[in-house]
Every structure is written in structure tokens, then in C-alpha cells.
């Protein structure tokens, strides 16, 4: 890459730096947009700020929203009396976009891993203690990897003595892994074959 110019070069670092963007992809993104219409080059820099700006997380739940709090939260049709933990924002989307679950959502911002220093005040735990008023139930959908398991064990102790009824997930997910990778129709079976955590 010696011989790119040095714009072009930065470029395909940034652009290396997105998830799923390799060394090879990034080249030939980078080498798309330099010869690019200079509108159509515009017009993405501008989306992806807009995007950025306008875009952030709900106060109550942790989602994705432009509005506070997120349509989710303050969507009247949804069960009050169930929440979902999830690991991510994305899993919030991924689990509503199954039409599995009518209740509401509530992002953690990851999971507990004390070899990554990620203690489980770092996590929007306290928060969730503070919305179990009128929550009959609570899924733990989370992943089923190591750390996934070990948050859920917390959270199902940590959580037990609220008279709230703590459930988690079927596995029907693949062991090891998020929400992410999970495909709707698992994702139902995932939550209908939901159980009680003793
Ligand atoms: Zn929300």
C-alpha cells in the first residue's frame, strides 16, 4: 500500500475498523468511494453523521431511539408487567423484529467478564432494579456463552427476592453464542420454551 496516496490509505484504516471489514475490503470500499460521484461520497458522510447525531440510547430501556424515551418504552400496546434483558441494543431489535415477545426491553450494555474488567456495576443492572415496579416476570435472554451464563446466574440470584418470577431463554440458540446470530423462528422457540429459574 506504499504507493496509495495518503488520503486513500487513512481511509482504508478507518473503513478497517468497522466490524466484518477486512484489510482486502477495505481497500476496495475505499477505492469505490475516491472514484465515486462526489454527490453520492456527500451524501454518505452526511447520512452517516446525521445518523450518529440524531441516534442514541434510550434513558429507561438502553435501545436505539431519536426520541426519549424510545418508541418501545413509550408504545402503550406493549405488556407492561414483562421485560426482557438483553446483552446489546441490537438484540433489542433482533428479539422485536421476531414478534415473539409484546412486552418491554431492557439493554444490560454487555455482560459480566472480570477478565475484560467488566464488573457487573458496569452494567445497567441498578437501572433494571429500578423499573420491577408492576413487572410480574422478567426473561433473561442473553447468550449462551461462558459469560452470558454466568451474567444470567447473577442476575436470577440478584434478582430473586423482588417477587418477580426470573426466566431465561430456551436453548434452542446455538451454545456459545448471541442473539445476533439467532434467526427469528429460533428466537420464538427460544422465548415460548422459556423457564423459570429455581
Ligand atoms: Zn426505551
Known sequence: MASLPDPITRLIS???QLPGIGPRSAERLALFLVQSESGQVKQLAESLLEARERIGFCEICGSLTESQPCGLC???????????VVETAVDVINVDKSGAFKGLFHVLGGKISPLNGVEPE??????????????????????????????????????????????????????????????????????????EVQ
Open 122 to 195: 458496569d452494567l445497567r443492572i441498578a437501572e433494571l432494579e429500578s423499573r420491577l415496579k408492576g413487572v410480574e416476570e422478567i426473561i433473561l435472554a442473553l447468550g449462551t456463552d461462558v459469560e452470558g451464563e454466568a451474567t444470567s446466574n447473577y442476575l436470577a440470584l440478584r434478582l430473586k427476592d423482588n417477587g418477580v418470577t426470573v426466566s431465561r431463554i430456551a436453548h434452542g440458540l446455538p451454545a456459545g453464542s448471541g442473539l445476533e446470530y439467532a434467526d427469528d423462528l429460533t428466537l420464538v422457540h427460544a422465548l415460548e420454551g422459556r423457564r
Open 74 to 84: 413509550s408504545d402503550s400496546e406493549r405488556e407492561t408487567h414483562t421485560l426482557c
Open 14 to 16: 478507518s473503513l478497517g
